[in-house]
């Protein structure tokens, strides 16, 4: 039998048994460390400190962190297992999950129905009465496959590997049962139905379909349709007659999340020309109203995420989440009132208008002082690389909305309400978001929409119709780098703009 041993993973105060040799990787994840590399030994992100005892590190490893300044009780997770008892320090990314209790007209239905918001990050479910609406339970927990990466390419590349598909379809399925189990243990409720949406890697990993055609140019696939599931081939312990899906794609990477946020903000519905705005993971874009939709996706995602900063986090405890000025001096909020680890996508939009009001930066983002980075604090400060990173991403949501727009034949003047959507949008500061040209419209028009996935996912357990299918008829996905202005319109709009 193999030997065991304790781990104590602190200021969690949390005891492990495990055997030798097992990977750190394979047990942190579960208590919020991250693996934004997925584990390649190149981020540095997944740091954990040894407080007693020892863990085994490849020793180039070591090196890697002592030669940037870390003492030796540093090691990567991800390259260290375990040799003996030992007791770690680890940093917790308690990400903030944004759950819903949006109230919606609906018609009556009968029984119990589970909606899922599957995301590359995060998960959230809620089980509905369907007979008045009442959300009676709800859960959220971070994506187990986070381990295997943080975004979407390098999940996409893990599934590619050693057999990696089928191993993280088995994970999120598994994942999930556990976390319904604990809904249905806690009110003895079977639901009747369960209707999951996400992304469209998130449909395919969930379904196990195949990911090649997500890694290349034009990143577009076949099986992005409505996917219905028996309990059983799912390994879910339900009864045989439960309804169970996953909505359809919309195109290339905007997913199912994307159409529930369409259902949830009226837009299939309305005379009126809309936007909806979701700048997570992938920065998707819908503008259009009840007779055709334009939707696109852009690589805006991990400058807001954080990941393509010099010290960006996710909106996590620890994350600088808002900068602004007091008294002319800079001043911030860190999420969870710790010291700051990072700096968090709100957090840079917000520092970036701040710098640009105080003359620290010219309006094409370039450092006045000479130097290569301006100071947030005395520890997180942005490089002038961050600055440039932001103004890619906020460049490419702004011309793939203005593309949208042209190919409808309308402006931004023609537009009557704007939502944003999703986690990162609910914290961003609109007024910043605008004053730094992320945002081209009057804030007035600007609304924070929220978690619109789980919304309309919610709202899709009451439909008898096929109100999805719908929405797939009036959208077209469009591939914003096909269209023949898109460098023109790219380059124009990579200038911040102060009001
Ligand atoms: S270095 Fe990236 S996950 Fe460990």
Redesign the pocket.
């Known amino acids: 039998m193999s030997q065991k041993y304790t781990v104590r993973l602190e200021p969690l105060g949390k005891i492990l048994k495990v055997n030798k040799g097992t990977p750190l ?1 394979d047990i942190l994840s579960e208590y919020g460390v ?14 954990v400190r040894i407080i007693e005892g020892d863990i085994e590190t490849e020793a180039q ?1 070591k090196d890697i962190l002592l030669k940037k300044g870390f003492d030796s009780s540093w090691r ?4 260290s297992c375990i040799i003996q008892d030992v007791v770690l320090e680890i940093a917790q990314t308690d990400i903030l999950i944004l759950a819903d209790n949006t109230v919606f007209s609906f018609k009556p239905g009968r029984g119990y129905g589970l909606a899922i918001d599957l995301g590359t990050t995060t998960i959230v479910m809620q089980m509905v009465n369907l007979s008045n609406g009442h959300v009676l339970d709800a859960l959220s927990a971070i994506n187990l496959q986070s ?1 295997y ?1 943080a975004d979407i390419m390098s999940r996409i590349s893990y599934a590619q590997e050693h057999s990696g598909l089928e191993m993280l379809c088995h994970m999120i399925r598994s994942q999930l049962w556990n976390m319904m189990s604990i809904m249905i243990k806690r009110h003895n409720i079977i639901p009747a139905t369960i209707l999951l949406v996400g992304n469209t890697l998130m449909h395919h990993l969930f379904s196990c379909i195949d990911v090649r055609s997500l890694a290349f140019y034009p990143f577009e696939t076949h099986e992005g349709g409505k996917k219905q599931f028996r309990a059983k081939e799912l390994g879910w312990d339900l009864p045989e007659n439960t309804k169970i899906a996953f909505m359809p794609a919309l195109g290339s990477f905007v997913g199912s999340d994307i159409l529930a946020g369409i259902l949830a903000t009226g837009m299939d519905k309305s005379e009126d020309l809309m936007a909806l705005i979701d700048l997570g993971t992938n920065g998707e874009i819908v503008v259009g109203n009840r007779d055709l939709m334009l939707t696109a996706s852009t690589a805006a995602g991990p400058a807001f995420e954080g990941t393509h900063i010099s010290q960006g986090m996710r909106a996590a405890n620890g994350a600088i989440s808002s900068v602004f000025l007091r008294n002319n001096e800079i001043a911030y909020h860190v999420i969870g009132n710790e010291i700051p680890r990072g700096i968090c996508g709100s957090g840079i939009i917000d520092a970036v208008s701040v710098f640009l009001q105080t003359n620290q930066i010219n309006e094409a983002g370039q450092i006045s002082s000479g130097k290569s980075w301006i100071s947030v604090t005395d520890t997180i400060k942005l490089t002038q690389k961050d600055i440039y990173e932001y103004i890619l991403a906020k460049a490419a949501i702004a011309s793939g909305i203005h593309i949208l727009l042209n190919m409808l034949g309308k402006s931004d003047t023609d537009l009557k309400m704007v939502f944003i959507a999703g986690g990162f949008g609910n914290f961003i500061t609109i007024d910043n978001a605008i004053i730094t040209g992320l945002l081209e419209f009057p804030g007035e028009k600007i609304l924070k929409a929220g978690n619109t996935a789980l919304i309309g996912a919610k709202m899709l357990l009451f439909k008898t119709d096929d109100s999805e299918q719908n929405i797939v008829s009036k959208t077209r996905h469009i591939s914003l780098e096909s269209d023949t202005g898109f460098q023109d319109i790219f380059v124009s709009k990579m200038m911040l703009e102060k009001t």
């Open positions: 990787i991250e693996f934004p590399c997925g584990g390649r030994g190149t981020c540095y992100n997944c740091k490893y990567l997770a991800c390259k381990r990466g």
